[in-house]
């Protein structure tokens, strides 16, 4: 579910040497803090992509830890855990 999403005209991400429309930019809620929805802002739709890319740099961007290891991917705040994606035959799957 994608909250506050707006459209896009003209807006382009390129990713492999190819160019790909932004359809929309929006944000989507991760978790609950204290009853408050905590947000992932900015997030962009690109309808041409198959997998879902998330940036390291947002995440950290908005105060979250986002740490690796063989199990996967771990995203924090304030040392809770609120993410995670699972190593599983070289693909990362968001839980």
Not at 13 to 21: E, K, M, P, R
Not at 35 to 64: A, C, D, F, R
Not at 72 to 78: A, N, P, R, T
Request: charged share 20%.
């Amino acid at each position: 579910m994608v909250s506050k999403a707006e459209n896009t005209k003209n807006s382009k991400l390129c990713i492999d040497n190819a160019t790909h429309a932004i359809q929309h930019i929006g944000d989507i809620p991760l978790w609950k803090d204290r009853g408050q929805t905590k947000y992932m802002i900015n997030v962009l739709h690109v309808p041409n992509l198959t997998k879902n890319l998330v940036s390291v740099g947002q995440i950290v961007e908005q105060g979250m830890q986002v740490k690796f290891n063989k199990a996967g991917c771990f995203i924090e705040k304030h040392g809770t855990l609120i993410g995670k994606g699972i190593d599983m035959e070289e693909c990362l799957f968001w839980r």
